[in-house]
Structure formats: structure tokens, C-alpha cells
């Protein structure tokens, strides 16, 4: 969330220093400033999509190796306690 905070802040200082120095220019610069900002706006939110994915990804990722590793030690548990005839082999 952090670093979607900051791309957006950094969007909006873009998008208000682009504004006052467009409000001086004639209509052709003008355009050529929201053209720019444009790009620029669409350069972050492409930004954003990829951190945001990348972030879910990895939360997935960890997700499914937490899984793996508790499945693994349990697995492992019932392995000893069967080894050494345990009553109650769940763990």
C-alpha cells in the first residue's frame, strides 16, 4: 500500500506542476503539456497494476508455501508417532 501511496502522490505533484505551467502557455503548448501529463498519468496507473499484481502474486506465493510447510511437518509428526507406535498418531 505504501508504494501505491507514492505513486499516487507523485502522480498529483506531476498532474499540479503540469496545471500552473500550462495555465501561461498558448493552446498549443497547452495541448502538448496534457498530452504529456496524460502519458505520464498512464505511465503510473500501468505502474501501479504491475506493483499491485506483483504484491499479489507474492502474497500468494507465501500463502501457498506456508500451506506446504505446515502440511509437511504434520506429515512428519504422524510419520514419528506411527515409527514409535503412538497411541494417537494425529498431530
Given at each position: 500500500m505504501a508504494i501505491?501511496?507514492?505513486?499516487?502522490?507523485?502522480?498529483l505533484v506531476l498532474v499540479?506542476?503540469?496545471?500552473?505551467?500550462?495555465?501561461?502557455?498558448?493552446?498549443?503548448d497547452n495541448n502538448k503539456v496534457e498530452d504529456a501529463m496524460s502519458s505520464a498519468g498512464d505511465a503510473v496507473e500501468?505502474?501501479?497494476d504491475?506493483?499491485?499484481?506483483?504484491?499479489d502474486n507474492a502474497g500468494?506465493?507465501?500463502e501457498d508455501t506456508m500451506t506446504d510447510t505446515g502440511n509437511a511437518v504434520?506429515?512428519?509428526c504422524?510419520?514419528?508417532k506411527e515409527g514409535?507406535?503412538?497411541a494417537n498418531t494425529n498431530c
Open positions: 501505491k501511496r507514492t505513486l499516487l502522490n507523485t502522480a499540479t506542476a503540469a496545471t500552473l505551467a500550462a495555465c501561461g502557455q498558448d493552446s498549443e500501468q505502474t501501479m504491475n506493483a499491485s499484481e506483483a504484491l500468494n506465493a507465501v504434520e506429515d512428519t504422524e510419520d514419528v514409535v507406535d503412538a
